[in-house]
T-cell receptor, first 114, second 118 residues
Framework: AQSVAQPEDQVNVAEGNPLTVKCTYS??????LFWYVQYPNRGLQFLLK??????LVKGSYGFEAEFNKSQTSFHLKKPSALVSDSALYFC????????????FGTGTRLKVLA | GAGVSQSPSNKVTEKGKDVELRCDPI?????LYWYRQSLGQGLEFLIY????????KSGLPSDRFSAERTGGSVSTLTIQRTQQEDSAVYLC????????????????FGPGTRLTVL
């Protein structure tokens, strides 16, 4: 069965510092990996995805994530955090060889301090 | 173009009543998903529809929950005999997931329906 873990409920980072939001996964086939963001009082928005190809994927708002097969991780990163990045971030996985069922993590709340 | 819409945006009901939640996906999207977001629980998969295939109902928490998708477009999630633990935000998403050239695997979410069971 597929699963996703986001080990941190909350991440605090100072504005201008690099940020990392962690995600590890488990699937039986090839993973399709996603990051979504939920801003206060707004719906979930797609940030980026890894399906195949280059392990480093770039997405919206300057975010990027690196697929690491050996560590089964897909951590979200940004070189310089903005206060406006403060939001709830969800990692999700789908088994590329299986159904179209997505499993989401429990979310990590990112707080960027001015 | 229009995004995914859901109605109502808020629903307050009494324990034991039935409720219906509606989702209008993006036109042309073949896949439609229902999730439940409870405080501190992240997104819980409920059900998904893919084209004309049988839906994957593996996430429905009990037989009080059911969903249908008419004509490959609008979907309704029905909760019968609501319980207080059903209180949550119910999210719908659609995508062009599939094996064709238009598949993107990106889900587009609606604003959700906040259900409160008293």
């Amino acid at each position: 069965a597929q699963s996703v873990a986001q080990p941190e409920d909350q991440v605090n980072v100072a504005e201008g510092n690099p940020l990392t939001v962690k995600c590890t996964y488990s699937v039986s086939g090839n993973p399709y990996l996603f990051w979504y963001v939920q801003y206060p009082n707004r719906g979930l928005q797609f940030l980026l995805k890894y399906i195949t190809g280059d392990n480093l994927v770039k997405g919206s708002y300057g975010f990027e994530a690196e697929f690491n097969k050996s560590q089964t991780s897909f951590h979200l990163k940004k070189p310089s955090a903005l206060v406006s990045d403060s939001a709830l971030y969800f990692c999700a996985v789908r088994d590329g060889a299986g159904t179209y069922k997505y499993i989401f993590g429990t979310g990590t709340r990112l707080k960027v301090l001015a | 173009g229009a995004g995914v819409s859901q109605s109502p945006s808020n629903k307050v009901t009494e324990k034991g009543k039935d409720v219906e939640l509606r989702c209008d996906p993006i036109s042309g999207h073949t896949a439609l998903y229902w999730y439940r977001q409870s405080l501190g629980q992240g997104l819980e998969f409920l059900i998904y529809f893919q084209g004309n295939s049988a839906p994957d109902k593996s996430g429905l928490p009990s037989d009080r929950f059911s969903a249908e998708r008419t004509g490959g477009s609008v979907s309704t999630l029905t909760i019968q005999r609501t319980q207080q633990e059903d209180s949550a935000v119910y999210l719908c998403a659609s995508s062009s997931s599939g094996t064709g050239a238009l598949s993107t695997d990106t889900q587009y979410f609606g604003p959700g329906t906040r259900l409160t069971v008293l």
